[in-house]
């Protein structure tokens, strides 16, 4: 296991409310990864972070926003929370220097958004 | 955008069978990659391969890659039913990409 704890693993909100899920890792890797699940579109990449104060957009970043003030941790951030951004949301890190080799995963935070 | 592919969909099998899952993806890579995801967890790592590696094998599972083709096969031999899980390839997108992109899965039943 690489320690990788996300939290809160339920939330249900209403729309237009702030959301803040957090990723906390006691491996001390590099690069950390936000990513979405839906049924049918598999896993797409939100944000990613690789350092502190280091990050870039992914495949779906609208609407969500990311920090990284500290190695072991990795916020992700839904400013006014939309229905469309139910779903399950992963972290995953990498320790190795290649950031594209083994990636390890948190249990997931489910999102429902009323 | 999707890299990877999966197909099938779904699959189901008695246990004892071999469970064969294909990936095809659509730009150069330097590495492929599979993963198992057990209902209502994280995803974990199953093997990664190479762009320079033809073939792969990790106890039960063996990977080929055929990148002429852009397409990569895992193979579940003597399938159990703990074996059921969706899988995924994932692939790195060649090009320095710092994030790996990955399809949508292949939701495998291994009925006992």
């Known amino acids: 296991d690489a320690g990788i704890t996300q939290s809160p693993r339920h939330k249900v909100t209403e729309t237009g409310t702030p959301v803040t899920l957090r990723c906390h890792q006691t491996?001390?890797?590099?690069?950390m990864y936000w990513y979405r699940q839906d049924p049918g579109h598999g896993l797409r990449l939100i944000h990613y972070?690789?350092?502190?104060?280091?990050?870039d957009k992914g495949e779906v970043s609208d609407g969500y926003s990311v920090s990284r003030s500290k190695t072991e941790d990795f916020l992700l951030t839904l400013e006014s929370a939309t229905s469309s951004q139910t779903s399950v949301y992963f972290c995953?890190?990498?320790?190795?220097?290649?950031?594209?080799?083994?990636?390890?995963f948190g249990e997931g935070s489910r999102l429902t958004v009323l | 955008s999707q890299q990877g592919e999966e197909d099938p969909q779904a699959l189901s099998i008695q246990e004892g069978e071999n469970a064969t899952m294909n990936c095809s993806y659509k730009?150069?890579?330097?590495?492929l990659q599979w993963y198992r995801q057990n209902s209502g967890r994280g995803l974990v790592h199953l093997i990664l391969?190479?762009?320079?590696?033809r073939e792969k094998h990790s106890g039960r599972l063996r990977v080929t890659l055929d990148t002429s083709k852009k397409s990569s096969s895992l193979l579940i031999t003597a399938s159990r039913a703990a074996d059921t899980a969706s899988y995924f390839c994932?692939?790195?997108?060649?090009?320095?990409?710092?994030?790996?992109?990955f399809g949508k899965g292949t939701k495998l039943t291994v009925n006992p």
């Open positions: 994932a692939t790195d997108g060649a090009g320095g990409s710092e994030k790996l992109v």
């Open positions: 972070s690789y350092g502190v104060k280091d990050t």
């Open positions: 995953a890190t990498t320790s190795l220097i290649d950031p594209t080799g083994e990636l390890f």
């Open positions: 491996e001390n890797h590099r690069y």
């Open positions: 730009t150069s890579i330097n590495n």
């Open positions: 391969i190479r762009s320079n590696e």
